[in-house]
């Protein structure tokens, strides 16, 4: 199985960009998909992640009403909708995946998925 995350950019602060992570195999094979971030010289952080079978989306506080991840089953692509940038979000971002299902209090954890895009540079200017 791999990942390929695509559509990061140059984005104005107050900008949007989305972006897109492909899937070779199927997502349904995955109960969760999930958005991190890693800003220079900071830790991978959770972004935003659901589940593939639908029910409630999961954001990071700092991108709770700016941010919106969505999934296309058919297309195998799950898609990080961004708006209102700020040049805090500036980082690559990462999609990942988690074949079985976890507790909602873990959803935020990087540790509980189990594959990784190779990561796209998203930078706001201010």
């Known amino acids: 199985v791999q990942l390929q995350a695509s559509g990061g950019g140059l984005v104005q602060t107050g900008g949007s960009l989305r972006l897109s992570c492909a899937v070779s195999?199927?997502?349904?094979?995955?109960?969760?998909m999930g958005w991190f971030r890693q800003a220079p010289g900071k830790e991978r952080e959770f972004v935003a992640t659901r589940a593939i079978s639908g029910g409630n989306s999961v954001y990071a506080d700092s991108v709770k009403g700016r941010f919106t991840i969505s999934r296309d089953i058919a297309k195998n692509m799950v898609f990080l909708q961004m708006n209102s940038l700020k040049p805090e979000d500036t980082a690559v971002y990462y999609c990942?995946?988690?074949?079985?299902?976890?507790?909602?209090?873990?959803?935020?954890?990087?540790?509980?998925?189990?594959?990784w895009g190779q990561g796209t540079l998203v930078t706001v200017s201010s």
């Open positions: 990942a995946a988690r074949g079985q299902r976890v507790v909602l209090s873990a959803v935020r954890d990087l540790r509980q998925y189990d594959y």
């Open positions: 195999g199927r997502t349904s094979s995955f109960y969760h």
